[in-house]
């Protein structure tokens, strides 16, 4: 228990003011202290740009502006995405590559070896994405 | 082994500006035994399933692949992080 919840409940006891007045002040407490204050964005720690070297582990995502958004994603989600692709049984990859062709985005992901998995995320690193939207908010989304 | 462990944990924070806000804490790996179980047995599924196949001279018999990645998939989405904050919300959402 803090200080201010055992001097509200002093107050009480004592008579200074009433329950309905405890139970008020105990409630504007509660909302600073019960639950732990997210961190706030843009997330401290987390790099503002691409990396300049080594080997990228996570992609972020933030969006700046009216909305705040900070989406960090291990790259080892989309590595292991990648190699999945490779699995997936043939009739069931015609019907993604038909979907996906229907969405606008034709491209074979029968295309995508196994081994050019770890080129690809290398050359993440030099991927840079901003994106200005209507709204004013800013989106920029980078590998580091 | 570490990159097949499913998440341990997810960490779910909102806290509104004139709220209490509220935090959920997901304790997954209290449902991993339950989890293990299911997957052995699919494995036994799909290791039959391939066996099956490859005697009768399938080209496709990856299917117990297929479940050992998809596990990789799950175990890879450890370390993903959101914050977000729109007028006075703001949520966390962490996996771990």
Redesign the interface.
């Known amino acids: 228990m803090n200080e201010d919840r055992k001097r509200i409940l002093g107050m009480l006891a004592e008579g200074k003011i009433t329950a309905d007045e405890a139970e008020m002040l105990l409630d504007s407490i509660?909302?600073e202290t019960?639950?732990?204050?997210?961190?706030?964005?843009?997330?401290a720690g987390w790099p503002t740009g691409p990396s300049a070297s080594g080997t990228p582990k996570?992609m972020y995502v933030k969006v700046t502006g009216?909305?705040?958004?900070?989406?960090?994603?291990?790259l080892?989600?989309l590595?292991?995405?990648l190699?999945?692709t490779s699995?997936?049984?043939?009739q069931a990859m015609e019907q993604i590559n038909t979907s996906m062709s229907e969405a606008g985005m034709s491209f074979d992901l029968n295309n995508i070896k196994p081994e050019d998995i770890e080129d690809i995320i290398q050359s993440l690193r030099e991927m840079e994405v901003n994106v200005k939207s209507a709204d004013g908010d800013d989106i920029k989304v980078f590998c580091a | 082994m570490s990159?097949y462990l499913p998440p341990l944990v997810i960490d779910v924070?909102?806290?509104e500006e004139?709220?209490?806000?509220?935090?959920i804490w997901l304790p997954l790996f209290l449902l991993w035994p339950l989890f293990f179980i299911l997957l052995a047995l699919a494995l036994v599924g799909t290791l039959i399933a391939d066996f099956v196949l490859l005697l009768g001279g399938a080209?496709?018999h990856?299917h117990t692949?297929?479940v050992l990645?998809?596990l990789?998939?799950l175990?890879?989405?450890?370390?993903?992080?959101?914050?977000?904050?729109?007028d006075g919300t703001?949520?966390?959402v962490d996996i771990y």
């Open positions: 509660g909302t019960d639950v732990p204050a997210p961190t706030p964005t843009p997330s996570f009216k909305d705040q958004v900070d989406v960090k994603i291990p080892a989600l590595r292991t995405g190699k999945l699995l997936i049984p043939p | 990159a924070r909102v806290k004139d709220s209490r806000g509220f935090r080209r496709y990856h692949l297929l990645r998809s990789g998939l175990a890879a989405a450890r370390g993903t992080h959101v914050r977000a904050n729109n703001r949520v966390n």
